[in-house]
């Protein structure tokens, strides 16, 4: 599947609920992705792109961006604390923040750095023991905990469980945005994003359907 029907089928979601073109952004996931696919991306136009691991990232993405100046690079996977400064000063968002020692940490560094990349609190909807994420019933008070701390919290973001139905995961966390006024969902990705922006998705995570199958690290 290429960008350009990823992106036709975007719009025809967009129309089909009513929402308005451009509403949704299309994070490209390029992690674990060689070079030369990321750059085929990059000349067609696509500027959003996401990466897992903040070593990769800083691996892959600088030199990108000095050709590329417009990038808009998300961080989605889970982040440890002493990769925190790494993530701040690579990506222009956040997508796994899930603890308080992480957003006491954050805080602490945007203080320092003068900025702070925008930031999506992750809600473990399955409440599954290997995933990370805040508990769905813990929410509320994590979003007010680091509202506390002054953090640009825009919104939210989950992975559903793979065995169950998607949708029942995308509307609970647009019930809790909305009851803390948050208007960012990071939620769907390559196999049920129509279902994430019916929904009310704001930012899909779309991976090997835009790049192809992973190409495995060697050894």
Known sequence: MSLQEITDRIHASERATGRAEGAVKLIAVSKVQPNDRVAA????????????????????????????????LHLIGPLQTNK?????????????????????????????????????????????????????????????????????????MCIPPIDEEPALHFALLAKIAARNGLQGLSMGMSSDFETAIALGATHIRVGSAIFGERVKPQG
């Open 41 to 72: 991306v990059l000349e067609q136009g696509h500027r959003i792109f996401g990466e897992n691991r903040v070593q990769e990232a800083a691996g892959k993405w600088p030199a990108f961006m000095e050709q590329y100046t417009d990038v808009d």
């Open 84 to 156: 925190a400064r790494q993530a701040m000063e690579l990506g222009n968002a956040i997508h796994s923040l899930d603890r308080p020692k992480l957003a006491k940490t954050i805080a602490r560094l945007a203080q320092e750095m003068g900025r702070c990349p925008d930031l999506f609190i992750q809600v473990n909807t399955g409440e599954e023991d290997q995933k990370a994420g805040v508990l769905s019933g813990e929410t509320d008070a994590f979003v007010a905990e680091c509202r506390a701390l002054d953090l640009p919290v825009q919104g939210l």
